[in-house]
Structure formats: C-alpha cells, structure tokens
C-alpha cells in the first residue's frame, strides 16, 4: 500500500541555522500537505501543495512539491526556538490521506 | 469558528477494560477522521467518515475497535476490550471536503492502558 516516508527522523540546530525535512511516497500524489505539531500539541495545518513543482513560501518557510508529485520538501531558513516541535508532511491520494512519521526539530539558542 | 472538540482529554484504563471517545467536529465539516498517534510516530488513520458513512476503516482493529457517527455530526470511538499497546493518543479531525484538504485537529485524548 502507498507509504509516506520522512527523514530526517530528529535535527538538532543551533539558532539561526537553516533546516529542511523531506518526504517520499511510493505513489504518485494527488497533493501534499504539511503539518506541525508542538510538544504535546495536536497537529496544525501549515500548506497545501498540489501542483507538480510547486513552491510556496511562507515567511521563513518553503515548500516544495516535487516534479513527478512523489516528493516534498520542507526549508526553514534561520531556525528560531519558536520552530521547534514535528514537522509532518501529509501526502493526499485518492480518497486518503497518509502521514509521515514525521521529523522531530530542536533548536538550540 | 470553534474548532474540533474532544473528550475526555486523559483517561486511564487497565487492560481488557473499555473506553469511549467523543468528538464534535467542526460546524458543517462532513469529513470525519479519527487517528492514532503512538508516542513517537505520525498520526495513523483509524476511520474516515464522510457525513455519517464510512469511506475507509482499513486500519480499524474492528475486533476491538468501534466508531459511528450518528447523524453525520459528531463521533465516538470505542476500544472493548482495551490492550496495553492501545496506549497512545487519539485525535479526533474534520475538514470541510474529502480527503486532500485542510484537516483540523482536536487537543486528542491520551490514553494509558495499564
């Protein structure tokens, strides 16, 4: 069955440095959407993507759908502590949709 | 707007017990999903409703696991008997359309089978 795979699993940086986490699915997508989920929190929608090489941004944050709509990426360009928490990436196909296990962001200051 | 409500948001249960969990989703979301989250790891879909029928339960342990949604609006989730690898929080989501747009979680309630 279609799997939604992350990594990295956990990042540590330093404030201010720059992160990124990826997603791949073993089928081709119908969209991809992105989620965060504090410590203890529940997971809140960030974006949809659903065009094949779409980019968005968000402030400090980029989104990328890739071409064939089996990959995304996630950039976060200096990382403040307010970043910290799960970044999951969601990927829509049919009628399902699939979470990956996510990746764990912490940051030092 | 209100956002996705849930109750209770801990329980403790010992083993072979059974608990039930509720959800009322958003006004006028007639998608329904209730996931579970194990410590750890993403969120697994257990059931997705759309109004009050069910689109997919391919993951639902239906030996011991049951969700209805009475009249397309809110939901419950039942464990009978209840293991020790149930531990884990269930979230309760909605979202306006099928699946493929914008989902709105619940707090989740924290299950502890011991």
């Known amino acids: 069955g279609q799997q939604v795979m992350q990594i990295p699993q956990y990042q540590h940086v330093q404030e201010g440095e720059d992160f990124t986490t990826y997603c791949n699915s073993s089928t081709t997508l119908s969209n991809i959407q992105w989620y965060k989920q504090r410590p203890g929190g529940h997971p809140v929608f960030l974006i949809q993507?659903?065009?094949?090489?779409e980019v968005k941004k968000q402030k400090r944050l980029t989104f990328q759908f890739g071409e064939a709509k089996k990959n995304s990426s996630l950039h976060i360009t200096a990382t403040q502590t307010t970043d910290v928490g799960t970044y999951f990436c969601?990927?829509?196909?049919?009628?399902?949709?699939?979470f990956g296990a996510g990746t764990r962001l912490f940051v030092k200051a | 707007e209100a956002g996705v409500a849930q109750s209770p948001r801990y329980k403790i249960i010992e083993k072979r017990q059974s608990v039930a969990f509720w959800c009322n989703p958003i006004?006028?979301?007639?998608?329904l999903y209730w996931y579970q989250q194990i410590l750890g790891q993403g969120p697994k879909l257990l059931i997705q409703f759309q109004n009050n029928g069910v689109v997919d339960d391919s993951q639902l342990p239906k030996d011991r696991f049951s969700a209805e949604r009475l009249k397309g609006v809110d939901s419950t989730l039942k464990i009978q008997p209840a293991k020790l690898e149930d531990s884990a929080v269930y979230l309760c989501?909605?979202?306006?359309?099928?699946?493929?747009?914008?989902?709105?979680f619940g707090q989740g309630t924290r299950l502890t089978v011991v």
């Open positions: 993507l659903v065009k094949s090489g």
């Open positions: 969601a990927g829509g196909g049919g009628f399902k949709t699939i």
């Open positions: 989501a909605s979202s306006s359309q099928r699946a493929g747009t914008e989902a709105f």
């Open positions: 006004s006028g979301h007639a998608t």
